[in-house]
């Protein structure tokens, strides 16, 4: 695996050296520089969102424009500088290679991407251009991740470190300094394992780390481990930071409430030290981390897989997402953090949902939701709760088909930004 692991790296940076940026009007462009050719926006454009490609042959962040009636067209392919790769899921490689959620991040202050390279072993940094953002620029070289199979990335609240989640035979946490020139540099004292019997990449989706995330003050990062069944269920962990950014020695592991077997995705609750979490075996679980008794283990009626997850901050609605394509929408009450379904869309049984997240466009909120099995952005408009409409359906292989750039059913992510 070592051999493998140093393979990788090296194809990597050829990779880099010959040219790394293709755009969709069929331009090979070079090297990622601050001056590098884009198209030119929209002046309608009012954000973007991003998702991998997560390809062996090659892995590349996808950014497309969202106009202001909330819908995408994909403007541009970044090659990351590294290659992606599937986890081993019975023979198949289907939508969810990473069994999980976050494999790219965004920091509004700083104005910055992180990416995993899960099959080099490395994070990408890259700029973006918050006055056209689907202009990226590669930041430095990809940075080892601390560990292998990469799957899950987070900024903190002031977006000057990246921390990376690993999920394969060597797993566990690592952070990184973010500097806008020279890209990501390791934090000394953040490299943390976790210990689970697992190989590279990773055989899942149980028994898989999922997702990284900083919670909303960036005093913890969080972990949510899957598990295997009810009688060995994940948990949602996380280590101290501290204030030289370094991690505590120990980590607390926080098992569901009664009934919850398998933490996939975070979501934090808003105003509260308090996350929904995914999980595919009843629905979803509520952790709340202030030691108060409101926590929970959720079933949803006919849910298949519940695994990801994100929020609408327009209609305070959380939106779950499971395997088959359901997306069910949870309101929860702030104060005792008690939950209802106001929501269960069964449209898109089928296409392949994975990972979502939401802007606001206009006043509205939208939500941009990963069809991989399909290959296509399912794009939502959330005009209120229990309100979720959909207004477009865009094709990714016919935008891409052109200009040679590969996508599969292993396109994993979504994150997006909004124009300022």
Same mark, same amino acid.
């Given at each position: ?210 997702? +990284? ?72 679980? +509520? ?134």
């Amino acid at each position: 695996m070592k051999l493998t692991s140093s393979l990788l790296s090296f194809l990597a940076i050829i990779d880099m050296a010959v040219g790394n940026v293709v755009s969709l009007n069929g331009r090979l462009k070079g090297k990622p520089s601050l001056n590098v050719e884009v198209n030119t926006a929209s002046n309608s454009t009012v954000g973007s969102i991003y998702w991998i490609t997560n390809e062996d042959s090659g892995n590349y962040v996808l950014a497309a424009d969202v106009g202001p009636d909330g819908q995408v067209n994909l403007r541009e392919a970044y090659a990351t500088g590294g290659v992606g790769l599937h986890g081993i899921n019975g023979g198949t490689t289907g939508p969810d290679g990473l069994f999980g959620q976050g494999c790219l991040a965004v920091s509004n202050v700083t104005n910055m991407l992180a990416a995993v390279n899960p099959g080099s072993g490395t994070v990408s940094l890259f700029s973006i251009n918050p006055s056209d953002p689907s202009n990226l620029t590669l930041i430095g070289e990809p940075a080892g991740s601390g560990g292998q199979w990469p799957t899950s990335v987070t900024f903190n609240k002031a977006g000057d470190t990246v921390c990376t989640l690993n999920g394969g035979e060597i797993n566990g946490v690592s952070c990184f300094a973010v500097n806008q020139t020279s890209g990501l540099s390791p934090l000394a004292d953040t490299t943390r394992y976790l210990g689970i019997n697992q190989t590279t990449p990773a055989a899942g989706p149980t028994n898989t780390v999922s997702q +990284i995330l900083f919670s909303s003050d960036s005093s913890k990062l969080l972990v949510a481990y899957s598990g295997t069944t009810s009688t060995a269920p994940g948990y949602l962990g996380y280590y101290d930071i501290g204030l030289n950014g370094t991690l505590s020695k120990n980590f607390s592991a926080i098992a569901p409430a009664a009934g919850g077997a398998l933490p996939f995705s975070i979501t934090p609750i808003t105003g509260q030290d308090a996350y929904v979490v995914a999980d595919p075996a009843l629905g979803f679980e +509520i952790f709340d981390l202030t030691g108060a008794d409101r926590s929970s283990a959720v079933a949803i009626n006919g849910q298949g897989a519940t695994c990801w997850s994100t929020y609408s901050p327009n209609t305070g609605s959380y939106f779950l997402i499971d395997a088959q394509g359901r997306i069910f929408e949870v309101a929860i009450d702030a104060a005792t953090l008690q939950s209802t379904v106001v929501g269960n869309y069964t449209q898109f049984l089928g296409d392949g949902l994975i990972d979502s997240d939401v802007m606001s466009v206009n006043g509205n909120d939208y939500m941009f939701t990963l069809a991989a099995g399909i290959a296509t952005v399912e794009v939502f408009a959330l005009p209120g709760p229990g309100r979720l409409q959909s207004v477009q359906q865009f094709n990714i292989s016919a935008a891409v088909e052109s200009v040679g750039i590969t996508v599969s059913s292993s396109m994993q992510g979504m994150v997006a930004y909004a124009k300022q």
